[in-house]
């Protein structure tokens, strides 16, 4: 949502390679999957997972505080200046 | 069938609309007849019209005569731009209007091209949300062209005004849509040892059956967007889940490993249209403040299709129903969408609705002149369909936000995909869970949407507050609110939750 609403018009562009690339990833991760867990022990596998999301946490933090002055900076985003 | 019905509502308002306006020019006309005032031909001021602003004074002049005229959709209208040259609908009755200033004097203006008009014009006036402009066809002539709008901001055909009830049953039937697309992707994973084992593969091969499912996805969702702003949100729905479920028929009964990924795959080409253009139905039904909690009520139907998926099919597996059950289970739930979509799902695309009011302009009136915002629009369906192939490639080298948001999505769905294969080897290994059960803990997952459900209010009240901040800050009401509002959804949690969550089921994973 926070994607739609930063691009308004282009709201499906920008919509689209999120999908695009979620999907692609999640289709090759259901593949990878079985072989991950069978290797490592489900303990590490979670582990590994839960580092990466980890360092992903901050993201809606990081747009929370800068993404007005990111919004301004683009050409293809919503911004309203005050 | 709901469609069906719309179509013929807006042709009765547009025949009711005209009937109105008719009478209002008649009026407006008749006033100047019983002054008696000398009559001029304004058709050489035609062209000139066409480039000048019609003055908001003589509007309000109009009113003062037209008091008895007045419909309720007039009232409060903002002034829109009027056309200035009508249909030939009357006799060339030409007549001038005096003006009336607001203490009801009357004031004979010399009638300049800018007072003075005829019936013709009059009527012009009157038709409310028409719009005149000078248009240059495909076939290159140059012609005035009227671009039909809404009758007003309040026009109960604008599916903005429409009941919070009907509104939020297109919402849950795009909604449907998407559990049905969604749920089939993972309900595969839930017979996954059966299938390996049935076409003689191993089960990481097996696991393509998912995979090339959101493949199809991925490759899928590029070409929906174009196609459902030229045809109209609901044909796009049925005809993409016609053909998937054709595809879903041709999984379930394909005779070789091949041919039933390629069939997945398909299938996934069809199935991701609704989804991607659902996003557009949602903005086609609800202003930004109240898609607050409307695109909540979405996801929340929509994205637990795949943890629904397993579920569904959880039992299918150890059970004596072959695998191919779970596609057969599909294809029922997507035929049920189906008709629920024919029958009773309203068309949302503002734009496509203005075309039926514009065909029913053209067909009341005779006047082939009357034309639709989507009508005039200079690029082709093909032009667009090549930048929305593009541009998202573009866009990524310089937005940072598409890049970190698509990163930040991407490595949430690839947890929550490798967890289809890998709650097997969580549950069924350590814990001795039977496959039935395993799948059933999918709904656990489910149970952790709710506190989105509860924090909805909070943010809501929010999202209110920060949207009077807004107007407090730019002088300017009625702003949306700004995108960053959306992100407490994340920030109240789910971001900390999720690797949380992974650790601790990582290191709880033990017999004991």
Known sequence: MYVIDSYAVYAASALSFVTLSRYLAAGGMTVVGIPFYRNMNPHWTLTILGAISALMAPVPFVFYY?????RIKSSYAVHRHE | MLSYLQYRRIGQAVERQIERDQEKAKALSSYTQQLGLPTRTPRGAVGQRQETEQ??????????????????EDHGLPP????????????????SYPVEDNANNIMVRIPTH??????????????TGVDARMRQTNESEVGHVFVVEWEGP??????HNWSHGSRIWATLVVSFIAFAGTAASSIDAAVLPQYAAYFGVSEVAGSLATAMYLLGFAVGSQFAGPFSETLGRNLIYIVTIAIYMCFLIGCGAAPNFGGHITFRFLAGLFASTPLTVAGGTIADLWNPLEKTYAFPLYAFIGFAGPLFGPVIGSYIGPSSLSWRWCEWLMLILAGVVLTIVVLGQPETYASLLLSW?????????GDDRFRSPLEVRKTSLWTRLKIALWRPFVMIWTEPIILLMSLYLTILYIVLFTFFVGFEFIFTDVYNVSQGITNLIWIAVFVGF?????????IYKWTIQ??????????QAGLPPIPETRLWFAMLGGAFAVPVSLFWMGWTDYVS
């Open chain 1, 66 to 70: 800068f993404g007005a002055r990111i």
């Open chain 2, 55 to 72: 003055p908001r004074n003589s509007q309000a002049s109009q009113e003062s005569p037209l008091e008895k005229l007045e419909t309720p």
């Open chain 2, 80 to 95: 829109e731009p009027e056309a200035t040259e009508t249909p030939p609908l009357e006799e060339e009755i030409e007549d």
């Open chain 2, 114 to 127: 800018r007072t003075h008009f005829s019936e013709r014009t009059a009527l012009g006036y009157s038709l």
């Open chain 2, 154 to 159: 309040e026009d109960p055909l604008k599916p």
């Open chain 2, 357 to 365: 009011r514009a065909h029913h302009f053209r067909k009341l009136t």
């Open chain 2, 450 to 458: 709710w506190p989105l459900g509860i924090t909805l209010p909070i």
């Open chain 2, 466 to 475: 920060d949207m009077r901040k807004q107007e407090r800050i730019t002088g």
